[in-house]
Every structure is written in structure tokens, then in C-alpha cells.
């Protein structure tokens, strides 16, 4: 994607500090926009940058509606939601960012929670109180809600978001990988590295985030690793804010170094393909003068031996696809796919699927993976038995 530089109106502006990345909104003559900032200090790195990028587009409607945060009311920025995710039309037809796709159903409720957060710290500071009075509403828990909570059965109300869109049917079949596309894909590598990285989705579930974030030492490829967290040969997820290609772990265990050994954080068992493809890269390609300590790193150019970026793990997968005529490969059809392969050899325990790929709920799993083929002798003799035909 170009790089290109945002003039004259609000644009997010990259801060870093002691090796941690925040983020902050700017004015167009580059003075600090105070008030997004100080509610974006108050938020965690990887979330700061999602909510500085949805923060600063409704900033930037407000300009254009010539209204204020001290003066917008809750009818103008439930006009705002229904903008960007393309439900209300402005006064000229069009909805609002022209020319870009409206936001998806996981955009807009993150816009949602994002912007409830931003009024509510901004009426903490006595400005503008009548609209979070209308956003500060509470609802009753689920029987969802009191299974994830601790103590469930005490919960009599939860906090609600009336800017949250009302919730579309999810998706039942996600993207999987094309037929063949594993055995394709690593014949057509040529570096160990890239083979390694199609051997470790395929088999691991990772996110790339959860790939590029892999530190030697949490690697425990041997039965009965010193950690004692599990027998077999694992890795461990640990979330790290410092890393230098500045990847990230969505889920964040905790985990403790103790002797030198890592200790806790997301167990993930691999399988004798893995271990194999890290040694022949590790063997062949992993430079012996690397200081940072991480699993995959770059092999050519002027940044040859740093680590590897989540984008050009992404680059690398996408071109491998197109040069094999598979089509733009994401790393998310890998986790699908594993998913997928696991509930179905699992007899469809979506307990083994969920923590076999890291997912948080087993709920979640089965609603997205746990459905049957229509393709299967089982379906088909079920369907026909049903219209009499056998």
C-alpha cells in the first residue's frame, strides 16, 4: 500500500518511547489534538492504535458536520455509526469516507465501543455530561454472560453500548485454503524460512501476529521440556510489547522467565513436521550473529538478520499464491483450515478445537466450524431418508 503523507485535517501520529509504540491525533498544523490524546494514553498499544485510527475518522466527520465533542448529542453521533457503516445517507445521498467500503460488522462494534469510551472519559472531565448519560446504560447478563463471568449467578446488570449495531448473522463458512494449497505452496519455496512458516500455520493454528512474535527461547521442541507445562513439544505465546518487528500476541496469558526458562503463556503442541522445518532452517539459514533473540528474520536486503514483519509474512504468502495460480493466500485461511481438520478429526469436541488453536471460547468455535458438510454421505443419506427416498 503507498505511504502518502494526510494534509490539512486530522491525522494519527505514531509515538515511540523507551521502545513502546503509542499513538495520538494531531491537527493539520500538527499541534496536539489534547483531549484524544489524553484518552488514548489511557489505553494499551495495540488497542491505542486500532481506536486512534476509528477516532480520528469520526473527528474528522465532526469537522465536516461543523460540530464539537463538547457539543455533539447522541442523535448526531448514532447519525455517525450509521454513516460509516453505510445505513443512513448524508444530506447528498452519499455516505460518509466517499469512495471507501463502509465498515464491517466487527469494525462498527469496536467504532462503537471505541467512541462510548472516548464521551465517557471526556463527561469525567465535566464536559458534555447529557451525552454520557445517555450513553452509560446497563443491561441485564445473559446466561452467555454468566458462564464467562466468575460468580455469574451474583451479576443483576451489565454495561451496555447503545451506539452497538444490531448483531448480523456471523458468517457459518469462513475462508478455508484451496485444495492442495500446503504440498503446492512449500514445492514452490525455495528458502527454508518460507517453508517452515507454511509448515507452522498449517499444523500450529498460529495467527501471524502469534508467529512473527516467537522468541528462541520459547520453543520447547523436546518431550519433557524443564517448563513442566506440557510433556510433549510446544512452544509457548507470550505477549511482548517490545519486540523489534513490533508483532503481537492477541491473547495475553500470563508467562514468567525462571532460570532461563519460559513459564506460562499460551501452550501450543507442534507437530514432527514443525520441529523438522525449524531445524533445516536453523540449520541453514538463521544467521549465527543474531542478537534479538527471534524465531524468523529477514534474508535479504538491507535489513538482512533483523526480524521479520507480520507484512512481509503477509507478502510472502500472497505472492507464493499467485505464483502457484491458488489466488491471494491469507494467513487466516490456515488457522480456518486447522480448525476445521481438528474439530472434524475430534468428532466435533469443540473443546479439542479450541485449545488445540488458542481460541477463547469453545462456544465461538462451534457456531463458526461446527457444521456439517453438505457435501457428506452422512447429510445426503439423512436428507434422503428424510423425502423418503431410501
Known amino acids: 500500500m503507498p505511504i502518502s503523507l494526510v494534509l490539512g485535517q486530522l ?3 505514531e509515538v515511540r518511547h523507551n521502545g513502546l509504540v503509542g499513538y495520538t491525533i494531531l491537527y493539520p498544523d500538527g499541534t496536539l489534538h489534547e483531549l484524544a490524546d489524553a484518552y488514548l494514553r489511557t489505553l494499551t498499544p495495540g488497542t ?36 460509516v457503516g453505510a445505513e443512513v445517507r448524508g444530506p447528498l445521498g452519499q455516505p460518509w469516507r466517499p469512495g471507501k467500503r463502509p465498515y464491517e460488522q466487527s469494525s462498527l462494534l469496536t467504532a462503537a465501543a471505541c467512541l462510548k469510551g472516548f464521551y465517557m472519559f471526556q463527561a469525567r472531565r ?20 454468566r458462564r464467562r463471568s466468575f460468580l ?11 451506539l452497538t449495531p444490531t448483531k448480523t448473522v456471523r458468517r457459518r463458512h469462513p475462508k478455508m485454503l484451496p485444495d492442495q494449497a500446503r504440498p503446492r505452496l512449500v514445492e514452490s519455496l525455495p ?44 512452544v509457548h505465546i507470550c505477549h511482548r510489547e517490545r519486540n523489534p518487528n513490533r508483532a503481537r500476541v492477541k491473547i495475553k496469558d500470563p508467562w514468567k522467565v525462571e ?37 524468523v528474520v529477514q534474508l535479504h536486503g538491507p535489513r538482512k538478520g533483523e526480524p521479520w514483519a507480520t ?24 488457522r480456518h483450515t486447522f480448525t476445521d481438520a481438528v474439530l472434524d ?20 468455535v462451534d457456531q463458526v466450524y461446527g457444521h456439517p458438510d453438505i457435501h457428506d454421505d452422512v447429510f445426503g443419506a439423512a436428507l434422503e431418508r428424510t423425502w423418503g427416498e431410501r
Open 259 to 295: 532460570g532461563g526458562v519460559v513459564r506460562g503463556g499460551e501452550i501450543r503442541r507442534v507437530s514432527p513436521a514443525m520441529i523438522h522445518t525449524y531445524f533445516e532452517y536453523v540449520t541453514t539459514e538463521y544467521p549465527r550473529s543474531a542478537r534479538h533473540g527471534m524465531l
Open 126 to 145: 465535566g464536559v458534555n455530561k447529557q451525552l454520557a448519560e445517555v450513553l452509560d446504560q446497563t443491561r441485564l447478563p445473559t446466561t452467555a454472560d
Open 11 to 13: 491525522r494519527v501520529q
Open 48 to 83: 491505542g492504535r486500532t481506536y486512534a485510527y476509528l477516532l480520528v475518522d469520526h473527528l474528522r466527520w465532526l469537522e465536516c458536520e461543523v460540530l464539537t465533542p463538547e457539543t455533539v448529542t447522541f442523535e448526531q453521533v448514532e447519525r455517525y455509526m450509521g454513516a
Open 191 to 234: 528458502s527454508a524460512r518460507d517453508r517452515m512458516t507454511v509448515t507452522w500455520l498449517s499444523d500450529g493454528g498460529f495467527r501471524i501476529g502469534e508467529f512473527c512474535s516467537l522468541h528462541l527461547v520459547d520453543l520447547h521442541l523436546r518431550e519433557h521440556a524443564p517448563c513442566g507445562d506440557c510433556v510433549s513439544p510446544h
Open 345 to 364: 478429526a475430534s468428532g466435533g469436541k469443540s473443546m479439542v478445537a479450541k485449545e488445540a488453536g488458542g481460541w477463547k471460547s469453545a462456544a465461538m
Open 152 to 162: 455469574g449467578h451474583t451479576l443483576h446488570e451489565l454495561p451496555a453500548n447503545p
Open 311 to 334: 507484512a512481509g509474512a503477509r507478502g510472502m504468502l500472497r505472492r507464493a499464491g499467485i505464483r502457484v495460480e491458488l489466488g491471494k493466500i491469507l494467513p487466516k485461511e490456515f
